[in-house]
């Protein structure tokens, strides 16, 4: 856009042109980022909270040409989506604004969610419905509960399961296994993968929980939802970023790209032509999984910290872009991690054995990662065996891995 927001020596916020012009003086204690439609929220009174989001005050609009399109009067506003913004009055309620920042529905709804696909979620009463684009509503309100429309990660998830099904072993079991995870490596996975999900779930209820928690349960039961969300998201997060290094530094040699993966991503991962896929220990899309949390959840970790830990004279704008970062990031890692979780679980028969039990069937070990198992066909061991070890107390051997 060319504009960017600047402080000024009385601590208030402005925009400066490219050209070096003051295209708005610093007057406003908040500018929040411009927003894909052109135009920032803007904030007098209200304070960063410890998560460096805006809280409090009264809001209002700003256009990246400087001119104020709508003061700050309200007691929250959320950015344009599809040419229209929400907008709350307290104590009266929600209303919906155009892009000229003309009022398009008056403030009188108890919620208003912000528009997706021309609707928007409506609450009349303790009933949801939903508003088109013009105020009208389109769909009356009948609903205990009513959702954004739109289906994202999950919707495509579900759509592959009913079309393409469960990938079932495609050859009968053998009965002889192969240890692929040992007991500390479960034991680690399912603490990161415990964390993962709290984190999310906490982390989706602070971000979005208002949309929904606030309209279903009321104030007091969403102020304590808020406090105890944010207690979990705040202390946990540095475990689970401890935690994760030490996996990603155990599995690093197995995750390392090779030659294959290259082949197994253009035969998506053996659904496009015949025959089965060359897979190590970790195939492709475990490998993806893999360096995406090493990338992303990385940043989403260091960019956690920078919030967690708001005591190293970090300025504001270090503390804004800090919160983008988590945001986005850990909402692109939780749309991604339930494809993981899918194929672990329900996607793929025998798959789950392998982090429940730490052995695998060596027909899975052959049709899902044949390289592996070809470098450590030797060391399988009949069920009967490893129920014999199991009865009489001998731990696991290591987890077969190929060199």
Known sequence: ???????????????????????????????????????????????????????????????????????????????????????????????????????VVEPQYAYLSWHREGRAIVTVGNEDGYLDLDGRMVIEPRFDRAEIF???????????????????LEEPRTGRKLLRWSLLMRALHWTVATLFITLALTGLNLLLGKFVFRTLFGDAVWGWMVAASKVLHNYLGPIFGVLLVIMLISLIKENIPKKHDWVWFKKGGGMIGKGHVDAGFANGGEKAWYWLLASVGILVVASGFVLDFPNFDQGRDTMQWANIIHAVGALGLTAVSLGHIYIGTLGTEGAL???????????????????????????????????????????ETSAAKPS
């Open 1 to 103: 856009m060319g504009v960017a927001r600047v402080a000024g020596h009385n601590g208030r916020m402005g925009i400066l042109g490219a050209d070096g012009a003051m295209l708005r003086e610093p007057t406003y204690d908040h500018i929040l980022q411009f927003g894909k439609e052109g135009s920032a929220r803007t904030n007098q009174g209200g304070w960063l909270g410890k998560n460096g989001s805006v809280q409090g005050g009264q809001w209002g609009y700003l256009k990246a040409d400087g001119t104020e399109l709508v003061s700050p009067k309200y007691s929250y506003a959320l950015d344009f989506e599809e040419g229209r913004a929400t907008v709350e009055v307290k104590d009266v309620g929600h209303g919906i604004l155009a892009p000229d920042g003309s009022t």
């Open 150 to 168: 739109g289906g994202g990660m999950a919707a495509m998830i579900a759509l592959f399961y009913f079309i393409v099904g469960r990938k079932y």
């Open 353 to 395: 054995e392998g982090m429940t039990t730490g052995y695998v069937d060596e027909t899975w070990a052959k049709e899902h990662h044949n390289l592996w198992y070809e470098a450590v066909k030797d060391q399988t061991v009949s069920e009967e065996e490893l129920a014999a070890r199991k009865a009489g107390g001998s731990g």
